[in-house]
């Protein structure tokens, strides 16, 4: 028969076992913040796309990417990827700041192959970026090969571009964030500072 | 008779490796050679063929050294009226610097085109340097030298017009290509293409004349069979090692280049600086 001693010592014992498991979340993951200039070393740099670190419209840490696209077929951002298994993780997301009064259709190409796929077998998805602050999210499960009902393997990610397609002015953009979220975040309200792309549609 | 195990015949190869070696490493990779080439193309002999037209390829510049200063010297020397400029100027992930003054220091009377290689992507930020001054889309003001990054110019010449056409050499694709044949197909007359790739001539579907002039092989550096290349995953080595290819009315030149790269040897491959005669 177990004694009020020993019931209290068993429960100090169940409650440093519970205390000792870890009940966080686990962490998102961060692709680029670009705090350093050792980040404008990771990406690939292409003819019409210029970059430089700013601290004007940081939505993380101090500084922020800004772009500058010329006329040209896409000019944008090709980021080196630290993290290409995306598979336990819930949504992409980055921050976009426009500061001309200007909307601009911008795209998101995401490859699951090295190979580089045609159009049908990637995703490419059209969003709007809206004069001022943009947080754009993308649900992983709605990553669909445009051209066939395939969701692209999230564990293999090979690389993602995004891009202003065919700019006929010089446009400059902000882009902050780029991270992979493990939640879905809930009651997401769809104004010009919190968009959604949700559907990868051959746009 | 043997000395420590190892007899005469032993001693004799060994002896013969290390003279190979120390020829292929000291002393091949800096005889630069002047490599005339004759080219049947009347088009192009109408309108270049009393031009002076000179190649430089993969010259994979550390540092400006002696072999640098010494293809400055022949081109200097040769008045070129045209250089082409195949590709790799810089070693892997090395230093920009130096290949971009040797650039400064390379002149011609009508102009200088050139596309990029691959080890000019290898540090994808520097490689802007090439056209650009750093963190500025103004052009730069360092050199003169014209780079074609997947377009054409064309140029009008007292004898006629002259297309030159560039195809990049950067392995990262746009992110939507365009595929398909990298000449424009109006392009006809005295056309050049410059690649740094051989392997791109096979990308040219139609037979026009043109000639193509291409590097990246080095010429293998060392004479292996193609079939050794071949398997080591260099393919371009097999199929067009050095010298001039033709299929139909088109050609492809392909330059053994300037530098080295992975193993810093040459043996009966030297550099050279070639200049091209055409002739109808």
């Not at chain 2, 430089?56 to 010297?73: A, C, Q």
């Not at chain 2, 092989?217 to 080591?232: D, E, S, Y």
Request: with cysteine; charged share 25%; glycine share 8%.
């Amino acid at each position: 028969m177990m004694t009020a001693l020993g019931k209290l010592l068993a429960g100090l014992v169940l409650l440093a076992v519970l205390a000792s498991c870890d009940h966080r979340a686990p962490e998102d993951a961060l692709l680029l913040d670009f705090e350093s200039d050792a980040e404008l070393d990771s990406l690939s740099w292409t003819c019409r796309t210029l970059y430089s670190l700013s601290r004007e419209h940081a939505t993380h840490g101090s500084q922020t990417l800004k772009m500058e696209l010329f006329p040209s077929e896409a000019p944008g951002l090709t980021p080196h990827l630290a993290i290409t298994d995306w598979s336990s993780f819930a949504e992409l997301s980055f921050d976009i700041y426009n500061p001309s009064q200007r909307q601009y259709r911008m795209g998101l190409r995401i490859d699951d192959r090295r190979d580089y796929p045609d159009f049908g077998d990637r995703y490419n998805k059209g969003f709007e970026i809206r004069p001022g602050s943009n947080h754009i999210t993308v649900p992983l499960y709605s990553l669909v090969a445009s051209g066939a009902n395939r969701h692209l393997q999230l564990g293999h990610i090979a690389r993602m571009f995004l891009f202003l397609p065919f700019p006929r002015e010089r446009a400059t953009l902000y882009v902050d964030a780029v991270k992979l979220t493990r939640s879905a975040e809930q009651g997401r309200i769809l104004t010009p500072d919190h968009q959604t792309a949700e559907k990868g549609g051959g746009e | 008779m043997t000395i420590k195990g190892i007899n005469a015949w032993q001693r004799g190869i060994i002896a013969l490796l290390i003279l190979l070696a120390v020829y292929g490493v000291l002393i091949e990779p800096y005889r630069v050679q002047v490599h005339d080439v004759p080219v049947k193309d009347p088009s192009l002999a109408k309108v270049l063929g009393q031009a002076v037209v000179v190649q430089l390829s993969d010259l994979h510049i550390s540092s400006m050294g002696p072999r640098e200063r010494r293809v400055l010297k022949i081109v200097g020397d040769l008045r070129p009226d045209i250089v082409f400029l195949t590709g790799d100027y810089v070693a892997w992930k090395g230093a920009y610097g130096p290949a971009l003054d040797f650039l400064s220091q390379l002149h011609a009377k009508i102009g200088v085109w050139a596309v990029m290689g691959e080890y000019d992507y290898s540090r994808s930020r520097k490689s802007c340097l090439f056209c650009h001054e750093e963190g500025s889309a103004s052009l730069t003001r360092r050199h003169q030298v014209h780079f074609l990054k997947d377009r054409t110019e064309k140029i009008r010449l007292p004898q006629g017009d002259l297309s030159i056409t560039g195809i990049d050499g950067d392995e990262e694709p746009p992110a939507y290509p365009s595929g398909g044949d990298p000449v424009p197909p109006g392009e006809r007359g005295a056309v050049i293409v410059l690649a740094h790739c051989p392997l791109n001539f096979d990308r040219i579907t139609d037979d026009r004349s043109l000639l193509m002039l291409a590097g990246d092989t080095h010429g293998g550096q060392i004479p292996l069979p193609g079939l050794l290349f071949r398997k080591a995953g260099y393919e371009k080595n097999d199929l067009y090692s050095q010298g001039l290819y033709e299929r139909g009315q088109r050609r492809l030149f392909v330059s053994r280049g300037i530098g080295t790269s992975h193993l810093p040897v040459r043996l009966l491959r030297p550099p050279e600086v070639v200049v091209f005669h055409f002739v109808p």
